[in-house]
Each structure stands twice: as C-alpha cells, then as structure tokens.
C-alpha cells in the first residue's frame, strides 16, 4: 500500500484549522447561538387537527393572533402540531391559543399538552450542558493519558475542543435552534471523535514500537494510511443514516441530525489532522512509547 503524505500538508490543515476556529469563536462572541425554549423558557403546546394540518395557516392564524415569535412544526403525523412560544407567554395565553385554531378551522383540534418552561430552569439546563462537555473532555483526557501517553492525550482533548467549537459556530453562522437535542448531538460528537481518535493512536503507537528507524513524521503517514479505509468507511456510513434523519425524520429531529452531519465531518477531519498534528508539535517520540523493563529483568535473562 502506498504511503499518503497527511503531514505534508499539517500547515495548510492548521491555517483551515485556525481560519475556522476563529470564525466561529468571533460568531459565538457577537452573534452567539440561537437558543431554543429548553434553554431560553417558554410555553409548548402540542395540538391534534382531526385532518391533515396546513402548518402556513396555522402560522398565519398566530400572527395574526398576536402570537409572534411562535415556532409552528409537525410532530410525528401530518396531523400532530407542535407550537413553541417564546418566554413571555403564560400558560393561560397558551390555552387561549387553542380557541384561535380552532376558530380558524372547520374541524376538531384537540389540545394533547401544554408545558411551561421557566428562565431559570433553562438557565440551569445551560449550565448543567456546559459542566457536562467540561467534564467529558476532563475525563477523556485522564483515559487517553493512563491508555496511551500524556501527549496523545493533549492530542485528543485539542481535537475533541476543535470539533466541538467549529459545530457550535456552525450552528451560530447558520442561526440554526440550538436545544437539549442538539446539546445531546455534541456529547455524541465528543464520543464518536474519540473513538476514531484512539483507533489512529492506538495504529500511531504500535508502529512507533514496530518501525524503530522510522521517523515520527514517516511512522504517522503510515499510521493514518492503513486507517483511513476504517476511518472513512465508518463515517460515509454514519453520514448517510444521519442524511436520512435531517431529511425525513421532521422537524424535531433535524437539528440533532445536523449537529451530528457536522460533528462526524469535522472529527473525521480532526482525527487525521489535528490530533496527529498535535503529537507532532510536542515532539512524539518512540522513547515516549516504550515498554517500561521490569526492575531486575536483565539479571534474570544473564541468570538463564
């Protein structure tokens, strides 16, 4: 098998790297994310049309009704209506909603649930979302650390927060809803990222131990070379399922769908590039990867 040269191309891969990570970090400071009601509060309404729903009348019936702001999707059938108001709007403004649909509708709406979430609650759900990545990154690392080596572990975290950061500047650029779905798609991410990352290092540090004169240089192309089929098998096939979700699993599901299509493009990426990268800037060695010998194991061998 011939040998691609990954690294001959890691300055180029660090500038798209840095290009990236700045666009979204400068998007996230002025534009920040588009947050959904189960972080900003609000009222959700879930309502059942005897037909099928047309969802533009409806939207036209709340505008029309004072109700702006509301987010109007379908929700499992074509007949099941799901109606997000933003903060501001009290349970009792939302019950009074279903009068108005139902007066702009010849046949039966039937409410199934309505729900209330309040600022602080959402405010709470942020925080507990942001401790929750701290404190999966925080654990990854220790894990790449006893598992592998400290600087494959430095290697992992830096690709793990450069996925994480360029999804959630995506979604900030695009001004696409960001909600617990969403939020769920990241820990995936964060997961999905990382098995890829340990495949590539667990490759990097048999042939460190295997290819002894080889250069660090010379031992990751080879490394990145015989996982790239795995790696891109992998991915092609988990894209193609997520494509499916974000084109016909709705609306409730699409943003997580969306999350993931970035997070698994991004951190196939960042396996190849990033992390290997990584080890490079902090000068990996095969002495870094060595069996430790046994104290007195030389003895024993001269005693045989």
Same mark, same amino acid.
């Given at each position: 098998?011939?040998?691609?040269?990954?690294?001959?191309?890691?300055?180029?891969? @660090?500038? &798209?790297? %840095?290009?990236?990570?700045?666009? /979204?970090?400068?998007?996230?400071?002025?534009?920040? !994310? +588009?947050? =959904?009601?189960?972080?900003?509060?609000? @009222?959700? &309404?879930? %309502?059942?049309?005897?037909?099928? /729903?047309?969802?533009?009348?409806?939207?036209?019936? !709340? +505008?029309? =009704?004072?109700?702006?702001?509301?987010?109007?999707?379908?929700?499992?059938?074509?007949?099941?209506?799901?109606?997000?108001?933003?903060?501001?709007?009290?349970?009792?403004? =939302?019950?009074?909603?279903?009068?108005?649909?139902?007066?702009?509708?010849?046949?039966?709406?039937?409410?199934?649930?309505?729900?209330?979430?309040?600022?602080?609650?959402?405010?709470?759900?942020?925080?507990?979302?942001?401790?929750?990545?701290?404190?999966?990154?925080?654990?990854?690392?220790?894990?790449?650390?006893?598992?592998?080596?400290?600087?494959?572990?430095?290697?992992?975290?830096?690709?793990?927060?450069?996925?994480?950061?360029?999804?959630?500047?995506?979604?900030?650029?695009?001004?696409?809803?960001?909600?617990?779905?969403?939020?769920a798609a990241l820990l995936a991410v964060i997961g999905y990222s990382l098995n890829d990352t340990i495949v590539v290092s667990d490759r990097i540090r048999e042939n460190f131990r295997k290819l002894r004169r080889a250069e660090p240089v010379e031992v990751i192309n080879i490394s990145l070379t015989e996982t790239l089929g795995r790696t891109l098998?992998?991915?092609?096939?988990?894209?193609?399922?997520?494509?499916?979700?974000?084109?016909?699993?709705?609306?409730?599901?699409?943003?997580?769908?969306?999350?993931?299509?970035?997070?698994?493009?991004?951190?196939?990426?960042?396996?190849?590039?990033?992390?290997?990268?990584?080890?490079?800037?902090?000068?990996?060695?095969?002495?870094?990867?060595?069996?430790?010998?046994?104290?007195?194991?030389?003895?024993?061998?001269?005693?045989?």
């Amino acid at each position: 098998m011939k040998t691609i040269d990954f690294m001959g191309q890691r300055k180029l891969a @660090t500038a &798209v790297s %840095v290009l990236l990570l700045l666009v /979204a970090i400068g998007s996230l400071t002025v534009r920040q !994310l +588009n947050w =959904g009601l189960d972080f900003t509060g609000g @009222t959700l &309404v879930e %309502v059942h049309y005897s037909d099928t /729903a047309d969802l533009n009348a409806i939207r036209g019936t !709340l +505008n029309s =009704g004072g109700y702006e702001g509301a987010i109007v999707v379908s929700f499992g059938s074509d007949k099941d209506v799901l109606i997000r108001l933003p903060q501001g709007y009290s349970d009792k403004e =939302g019950a009074a909603l279903l009068s108005a649909l139902q007066d702009a509708y010849p046949g039966d709406v039937e409410l199934r649930r309505i729900e209330f979430v309040g600022p602080q609650v959402g405010d709470e759900l942020r925080e507990q979302g942001g401790l929750a990545m701290l404190l999966a990154l925080g654990l990854v690392m220790l894990y790449i650390a006893f598992r592998f080596q400290f600087k494959f572990a430095v290697g992992a975290v830096v690709a793990l927060v450069h996925d994480v950061l360029i999804t959630l500047g995506f979604f900030s650029v695009m001004g696409l809803e960001f909600d617990l779905t969403v939020l769920a798609a990241l820990l995936a991410v964060i997961g999905y990222s990382l098995n890829d990352t340990i495949v590539v290092s667990d490759r990097i540090r048999e042939n460190f131990r295997k290819l002894r004169r080889a250069e660090p240089v010379e031992v990751i192309n080879i490394s990145l070379t015989e996982t790239l089929g795995r790696t891109l098998v992998t991915s092609l096939t988990t894209l193609l399922v997520l494509v499916a979700l974000a084109l016909f699993g709705g609306e409730i599901i699409r943003g997580f769908a969306i999350a993931l299509i970035a997070g698994v493009a991004i951190g196939t990426y960042s396996s190849i590039y990033v992390a290997a990268n990584t080890l490079l800037i902090m000068g990996v060695s095969k002495e870094d990867l060595m069996i430790p010998v046994k104290e007195g194991a030389e003895q024993e061998d001269l005693s045989l």
